[in-house]
């Protein structure tokens, strides 16, 4: 149980194009979404919490209208990279938490990105 | 503001050697603690938490992990490693705020 998927896997894009990644919960419902991004050899940096049905709180430093969140149902939240520049290139991971009172997130498998 | 640091950055141990990854975490309230694992090319897997009740925690693949309040420390234990738990592993924190915040990681690296 407790599974979340993210597609794509990974994405090349040329710069100044968008991208939307997504992430998803199977097998459970997440009231709260979370997205990091990680770079290489280094921890995860979280950069935004997506609550269902309302708007995503951001951490200082990440440009929301870069980043666009959207988390429209229980299972599924999106974040799209709008007009990417090489230097959005990572890996961006998602989690999902199952707001069962136990406070655990559980993580996709992340979205290379790499942005010509 | 929370903060959660890992004394090893990188480690290099041969089979059936012990292991202790270090962690320290800075904040004054209640807080979850849990410990990540990363395995090459693969997403991060839970390997155990902490929420309350007795400080010595067991999780997945022989792993445990010690609360210790007074050190502010979840240190990740293991008394004998295998070359599959190369991988990296994460310590973090959630205080009230109920977001993770990270260490910097720690890779290790199992000798046959």
């Known amino acids: 149980g407790a599974v979340v998927s993210q597609h794509p896997s990974w994405v090349i894009c040329k710069s100044g194009t968008s991208v939307k990644i997504e992430c998803r919960s199977l097998?459970?419902?997440?009231?709260?979404m979370f997205w990091y991004r990680q770079f290489p050899k280094q921890s995860l940096m979280l950069m935004a919490t997506?609550?269902?049905?309302?708007?995503?709180?951001?951490e200082q430093g990440v440009e929301k209208d870069k980043f666009l969140i959207n988390h429209a149902s229980l299972t599924l939240s999106t974040l799209t990279v709008t007009s990417a520049h090489p230097e959005d290139s990572s890996f961006y991971i998602c989690?999902?938490?199952?707001?069962?009172?136990?406070?655990?997130?559980?993580f996709g498998p992340g979205t290379r990105l790499t942005v010509l | 503001a929370q903060s959660v640091s890992q004394h090893n950055h990188h480690v290099i141990l041969s089979e059936a050697a012990s292991l202790e990854l270090g962690c320290n975490y800075s904040?004054?309230?209640?807080?979850?603690l849990f410990w990540y694992v990363q395995y090459p090319g693969q997403h991060l897997q839970l390997l155990l938490k902490?929420?309350?009740?007795?400080?010595l925690v067991k999780g997945i693949k022989g792993f445990e992990a010690e609360f210790i309040k007074s050190k502010f420390s979840f240190n990740l234990r293991k008394p004998s490693v295998q070359w599959s738990d190369t991988a990296e592993y994460f310590c973090?924190?959630?205080?009230?705020?109920?977001?993770?915040?990270f260490g910097q990681g720690t890779t290790l690296q199992v000798k046959p």
């Open positions: 902490y929420f309350s009740g007795d400080p």
């Open positions: 904040y004054g309230g209640t807080v979850n």
């Open positions: 989690s999902a938490r199952d707001g069962t009172g136990v406070d655990t997130q559980y």
């Open positions: 097998d459970f419902q997440a009231t709260t």
């Open positions: 997506s609550n269902e049905g309302s708007k995503a709180t951001y």
């Open positions: 973090a924190v959630n205080g009230n705020t109920g977001k993770l915040i």
